[in-house]
């Protein structure tokens, strides 16, 4: 089979080209407003929401528990920095537990090994079906339960044992309750991901020459990642908050070092607003990168341009403001 | 159409070729040749198996019985001290190279552009050096009429695109032999001149093919030969003109009958 272009090339095969029409994001402009103002319902429900607003303003800058000069004083302390940094990596370990473990997991349930799919199940039930705070102090308190841990040949010679207080650390215990209780849920969201891409793009793969195995990393998973990585953001978001559970067990992550302080100088208020203005703070730089991940890979999805992040929240924000 | 060696070895030997889904047997004894250069059309109703017999042929379905050679080479099985040996899914796999398959729902990988999708294969599967294969791949869409939408997805692609770049993806493997499952029979009328053009150019460049198609214009004007095919067996084969023209079994005839309307349509557009 030769390659050159040829007689092949025929003519009239382009006249048949649709141009693919590129929808422009439209910002309003003034022409828009005249609309507005046949419709008093709006403007009465804006008025409301304004005045609500501003009685809250007044609320947060003259309410004398709330402090302010205390609460800027405890946003850049050291110790809560220090705390940040923890609730940070908790939630990148955790994460990372959860992402890879759910992966497995989700690649064991769709195995046809009946084993493995059963294991996995099995795994999802228990801690689906058990608080994360039980889950957390489990682990914390799994030296009471199992006082040493041992590599060696089950039931047989050992190589390797030590104390589980000294290996399982208040570090290890909070990464491991978030961890693994977050594999459940991530795999789950894979195992979606997967099944939701057409099992004629396997079957095309395979015609192609390629290996199950192949198809998966090159084809299907890519494309399962278009579903996967929206609810993913959204559990980052939650385990960041949720890692403040790992306070029970004197972790000090944001939420302890805060009650350390505030068990001192009783400043209650104030430094639960430390804690929620730095939450907010990651919580907002998480879901930009949530937006940059998703537009990444969901190229190829649509016919449209999308549109920038910038126009996209322009135009949200007005909507939601007039409607 | 003109003569074609008949003498040498065929690229393609199915010898009683049999297909079971639990009870029912889909595929009940087929066996026919293709020799190089040659362009095989197979007509029939809904589920006289043709659908079948093309994903048995590259193994996309397990035959039940019989035997499949493509250029000599045993698919799927070897010969081990006298007895068959299933191949392992790596060695199958590097013997679906050897077959491109176009669908009918042309089934693009959605998260490649036109031109990703053409040189995935080449390079992940026949490990070729990218330089040479995007060169390749862009003279295959060129050869489609698509060259300009190289960097597209086929999500900005029309039906009758994204089927001619899923044909430039088979090709980018230089198959021995091409399979075509109804590649025009998802698109709209007017689409679907672009499509069997494209596929008649092969023709007259010598690539060997099995078109299984509905559009008589098309078999009659394109094919070295026709297949009949009904509830699994080959009711009957023979050149073009014979089968389509002068049937000499009445399910032919009767077959012919019921889609006189899609000849008229096929038949004007299939003419250069
Ligand atoms: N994976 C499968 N499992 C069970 N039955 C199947 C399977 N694939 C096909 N069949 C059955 O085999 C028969 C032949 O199907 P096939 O798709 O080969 O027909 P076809 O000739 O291609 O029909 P069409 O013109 O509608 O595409 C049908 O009755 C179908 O229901
Ligand atoms: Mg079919």
Redesign the interface.
């Given at each position: 089979?030769?390659?050159?272009?040829?007689?092949?090339?025929?003519p009239?095969?382009?006249a048949?080209?649709?141009p693919?029409g590129r929808r422009q994001w439209r910002l309003p402009g003034r022409g828009d407003l005249p609309r507005l103002v046949r419709k008093p319902a709006r403007w009465t429900l804006l008025a409301v929401v304004l005045v609500l607003l501003a009685m809250l303003g007044h609320l947060l800058a003259t309410s004398s528990s709330l402090q302010w000069g205390v609460v800027g004083h405890w946003f850049v302390n050291g110790g809560i920095l220090a705390g940040l940094v923890r609730t940070l990596y908790l939630t990148a370990l955790a994460m990372t537990i959860g992402i890879v473990g759910g992966t497995v997991l989700a690649l064991m349930r769709l195995s046809k090994s009946a084993v493995l799919s059963l294991a996995a199940t099995a795994y999802i039930w228990f801690f689906r079906g058990t608080p994360l705070l039980v889950q957390i102090l489990f682990w914390y308190n799994i030296a009471a339960f199992v006082p040493r841990i041992s590599i060696g040949v089950p039931f047989g010679p050992t190589l390797i044992s030590g104390s589980t207080n000294a290996l399982v650390t208040t570090l290890v215990a909070a990464t491991l309750g978030l961890g693994l209780n977050e594999a459940a849920y991530m795999s789950e969201i894979v195992r979606a991901g997967i099944m939701s891409v057409?099992a004629?793009?396997t079957?095309?793969?395979?015609?192609?020459?390629?290996?199950?195995r192949?198809a998966f990393r090159?084809?299907v998973f890519?494309?399962a990642m278009?579903f996967i990585i929206p609810p993913t953001g959204n559990q980052t978001i939650s385990m960041l908050k949720g890692t403040s559970l790992v306070s029970v067990i004197s972790l000090p992550e944001l939420l302890y070092s805060v009650q350390l302080v505030y068990a001192r100088t009783f400043q209650t208020i104030p430094l639960l607003v430390v804690a929620c203005l730095w939450y907010l703070v990651v919580t907002t730089v998480l879901s930009v990168g949530q937006h940059f991940v998703e537009r990444h890979?969901g190229?190829?999805?649509?016919?449209k341009r999308s549109a920038s992040f910038m126009e996209r929240m322009r135009a949200r924000q007005f909507d939601q403001i007039l409607s | 159409m003109t003569g074609r060696p008949a003498d040498d070895e065929p690229i393609l030997r199915i010898d009683n070729l049999h297909k079971r889904f639990g009870q029912t047997e889909v595929l009940r004894g087929v066996s026919f040749d293709v020799h190089a250069g040659e362009v095989l059309c197979v007509i029939g109703p809904s589920g006289s198996g043709k659908s079948t017999l093309l994903r048995c042929i590259n193994f996309l379905e397990e035959p039940t019985a019989g035997t499949i050679y493509v250029d000599g080479e045993m698919m799927g099985h070897r010969v081990e001290g006298g007895r068959l040996v299933g191949l392992r899914a790596t060695e199958l796999a590097m013997q679906r190279v050897h077959i491109g398959m176009v669908f009918q729902s042309f089934n693009l990988f959605g998260h490649l552009t036109a031109l990703q999708n053409v040189i995935e294969a080449p390079i992940m599967v026949k490990k070729e050096p990218r330089a040479e294969v995007e060169k390749l791949a862009t003279a295959l869409l060129d050869r489609v009429g698509l060259a300009h939408k190289a960097h597209c997805y086929p999500a900005q692609l029309s039906g009758g695109q994204q089927q001619r770049v899923a044909i430039a993806r088979a090709l980018a493997m230089r198959p021995k032999l091409m399979l075509f499952d109804e590649p025009t029979s998802a698109l709209d009328p007017e689409i679907v001149g672009e499509v069997l053009q494209v596929i008649q150019a092969l023709a007259i460049d010598g690539t060997t093919m099995i078109v299984v198609t509905h559009e008589m214009g098309f078999a009659r004007e394109v094919s070295h030969r026709v297949i009949f095919m009904d509830e699994g067996v080959i009711v009957e084969s023979g050149p073009p003109n014979d089968v389509l023209v002068n049937p000499s079994h009445v399910r032919t005839r009767q077959f012919l009958a019921r889609i006189t309307a899609p000849v008229t349509r096929a038949g004007a557009e299939g003419t250069t």
């Open positions: 089979m030769t390659a050159e272009p040829s007689a092949a090339r025929l009239g095969a382009n048949l080209e649709r693919v057409d004629r793009q079957e095309a793969a395979t015609a192609l020459g390629m290996t199950k192949l090159r084809i890519p494309q278009r890979f190229r190829g999805e649509s016919r | -």
